[in-house]
């Protein structure tokens, strides 16, 4: 690990579990066939299950809560979370309930939108405690950890070798976890990666009645827009 455990994306996200991806399922049918779309619907369920699989299998204290609403603000809008609850629907995934904007004022005190999805196979925890568990799990486990090491050139083959400041790793199997921070290391990854901003903020403490009040399910919230907006009650 080049920093600390959490440094990056895994302990600095918004903490929402969302199953989807940037393009529909009926997208990726239609590109690569409904093999593959089928896999891809499959995956995107099964990761949130390897996420509460691990909170429950480790005894991780992450403030897990299920529940995602996604947001419309335009009649357009909910006509696409209908088509989207459809296709999800046909590729199994359960779960989904819609809502009009007389069913609002239960998840989200706002008068912007007009109705919403939600997925309650969704959820939102403390990403940064999720991290820290999974990895004194792997440490419980045997695992070895070193932080502050970051990779300094890899040497690739059949059995590749992984060098450091302070040393090098022979492995048998590489497996490269570096996202936006792979820089040059590896240009055939880092090559292939857009970049995407987000940011992220919180309140100072509110009241429990007015925390209450915003968002009464707590559900996390993301919205429809191209450029969203995503927000969630921490504990």
Same mark, same amino acid.
Request: proline share 3%; hydrophobic share 40%; glycine share 14%.
């Given at each position: ?106 998840? @989200?005190?706002?008068?912007? %939108?007009? #109705?919403? =999805?939600?997925?309650?196979? +969704? *959820?939102?925890?403390? !990403?940064? &405690? ?45 497996? @490269?976890?570096?996202?936006? %921070?792979? #820089?040059? =290391?590896?240009?055939?990854? +880092? *090559?292939?990666?857009? !970049?995407? &901003? ?38």
């Amino acid at each position: 690990e080049a920093m600390r455990i959490g440094f990056g994306a895994s302990g600095r996200n918004g903490g929402q579990i969302v199953n989807g991806y940037s393009r529909d399922l009926d997208v990726i049918e239609k590109r690569y066939g409904g093999k593959a779309a089928k896999a891809l619907g499959a995956m995107a369920g099964e990761g949130a299950d390897i996420i509460r699989g691990r909170i429950a299998k480790y005894g991780i204290d992450c403030d897990l809560v299920p529940g995602g609403f996604f947001a419309a603000f335009t009649d357009k809008q909910l006509r696409e979370l209908d088509e989207q609850q459809r296709i999800w629907e046909r590729f199994g995934h359960g779960g989904l309930e819609r809502i009009d904007k007389a069913g609002l004022s239960k998840i @989200v005190a706002s008068d912007r %939108y007009v #109705g919403g =999805l939600v997925d309650h196979k +969704g *959820g939102h925890i403390h !990403p940064l &405690s999720l991290v820290l568990g999974q990895a004194a799990a792997v440490e419980r486990q045997g695992g070895r950890i070193f932080e502050n090491s970051p990779v300094t050139s890899v040497e690739q083959g059949a059995k590749p070798v992984v060098r450091t400041r302070n040393g090098a790793v022979t492995c048998s199997t590489l497996l @490269v976890c570096g996202n936006a %921070y792979i #820089g040059d =290391l590896l240009p055939e990854i +880092g *090559g292939k990666m857009m !970049p995407v &901003s987000s940011q992220v903020v919180a309140t100072e403490p509110l009241d429990e009645a007015v925390i209450r009040d915003l968002l009464p399910a707590n559900y996390c919230v993301e919205d429809m827009n191209y450029i969203l907006d995503y927000y969630r009650r921490t504990a």
